[in-house]
């Protein structure tokens, strides 16, 4: 079974930057759908980004011009840079692909769908 591992959260201040990564623990083909969901507490988890097989790109409206998903070919290895943070940003997220045969999630008006996730990193923004 193929599981999904986040990294790179963490504590920033207003207008900082982070970057997570999540590395798939056995290699996967780069024809899976991935992305990032996000959960802040009491609110329903939402899809932030998603890349398809062929690179194109899907953002929510909140993060559109300060979030940037991208994908290591190579490693599959999944990223999203965060720059101008803002305390509404601060939420648990999760990496997600298309990696079982249940039903997918589909999001953003994305090409493809997901239905794994991993179990998440936090980040926190504040002062």
């Known amino acids: 079974e193929v599981t999904l591992v986040e990294s790179g959260g963490g504590l920033v201040q207003p207008g900082g930057s982070l970057r997570l990564s999540c590395t798939p623990s056995?290699?996967?083909?780069?024809?899976?759908?991935m992305g990032w969901f996000r959960q802040a507490p009491g609110k329903e988890r939402e899809g932030v980004a998603i890349?398809?097989?062929?690179?194109?790109?899907s953002y929510a409206e909140s993060v559109k011009g300060r979030f940037t998903v991208s994908k290591d070919k190579a490693t599959n290895t999944l990223y999203l840079q965060m720059n101008s943070l803002k305390p509404e940003d601060t939420a648990m997220y999760y990496c997600?692909?298309?990696?079982?045969?249940?039903?997918?999630?589909?999001?953003?008006?994305?090409?493809?769908?997901?239905?794994?996730w991993g179990q998440g990193t936090q980040v926190t923004v504040s002062s």
């Open positions: 997600a692909s298309d990696l079982s045969d249940g039903p997918l999630v589909v999001v953003l008006g994305a090409e493809c769908g997901v239905n794994t």
């Open positions: 890349i398809d097989a062929d690179g194109a790109t």
């Open positions: 056995q290699y996967i083909s780069n024809s899976y759908c």
